[in-house]
């Protein structure tokens, strides 16, 4: 059956490669600012010469949609997060607001996550709220892909908004960067598919309904129409996993961390879009 299933998956593909790159002259701008959504690939990737973000390989309508903030439902999570960061919680009768008054002050740091910590440790927003949460305001964690962490991360990280991504791969976030891409380039479930056998091998074409995008993460947390909510990245990744048939990883481990960081640093020059728009 998985030899079965193999040979489909690779002729869906064979299929797709007909079809052509169709969102390639689109330039995104929001409330006047350019944001860029095409970099030349950082060095490490062999394969690919230009690196695009996700949204030039959406329908018109859904552009348009992150194009205006106000009709950017993304922006609806992005209030709940305003209202969380304000709210005091946990033991020492603080909120998010009593040490971080202005949310501009997180200008920039979407850009370089995830980051290697003074411990050795690979480190994500969720992590960094959480953190926060558990040692200064004394409060429960939240769930790392609940809707809380989405909207509070989608508050941070639109502070970055039109920052490139320029996230550190050598020193002490090699070893990381490298199970990561070991994990980018391994097939994985009964589909026998790796994540670059997409968003690699065959960016730009059609797989059912679906226009394949380099599956960059330049926009996360980011809002989709399938289920109507922000969505964090590692929910993504499970979400791919499952759907070549296989068990996914926990998100929040160390796994999901390393591939974050691979698929980050494939997205360098890319601007940070959050909360951005997709299908």
């Not at 970099?39 to 018109?60: K, L």
Request: negative net charge; charged residues 25%; proline residues 3%.
């Amino acid at each position: 059956m998985k030899l079965q299933n193999a040979i489909a998956a690779a002729a869906i593909l064979s299929f797709a490669g007909t079809m052509s790159f169709a969102q390639d002259d689109n330039e995104l701008s929001v409330d006047g600012q350019l944001i860029s959504t095409e970099a030349d690939a950082p060095a490490h990737m062999e394969n690919v010469g230009t690196v695009y973000s996700g949204w030039r390989f959406r329908s018109e309508d859904t552009q348009a949609m992150q194009m205006d903030d106000f009709d950017n439902s993304g922006f609806v999570f992005v209030d709940d997060g305003l209202s969380l960061m304000a709210s005091v919680d946990g033991s020492e009768g603080k909120s998010c607001a009593s040490c971080h008054e202005n949310v501009e002050d997180f200008a920039g740091l979407k850009a370089k996550l995830p980051r290697v910590n003074d411990s050795g440790e690979l480190e994500t927003m969720e992590e960094l709220v959480n953190t926060c949460r558990t040692e200064r305001m004394g409060a429960e964690p939240w769930k790392y892909s609940g809707s809380q962490m989405t909207a509070v991360t989608a508050v941070i990280g639109l502070q970055s908004r039109g920052m490139p991504i320029d996230v550190a791969i050598d020193g002490p976030a090699a070893s990381f960067w490298e199970r990561g891409q070991e994990l980018y380039y391994a097939r994985v479930g009964q589909l026998d598919l790796s994540c670059a056998n997409c968003h690699e091998d065959n960016y730009g074409t059609m797989i059912r309904a679906d226009h394949l995008s380099q599956g960059q993460i330049n926009g996360f947390p980011t809002y989709r129409l399938k289920n109507a909510k922000l969505n964090g990245v590692h929910n993504r990744f499970s979400g791919c996993m499952k759907n070549v048939r296989a068990e996914p990883y926990a998100d929040g481990s160390d796994e999901f961390k390393a591939l974050e960081l691979y698929l980050a640093s494939r997205g360098t020059g890319l601007s940070v879009e959050t909360p951005s728009v997709r299908n």
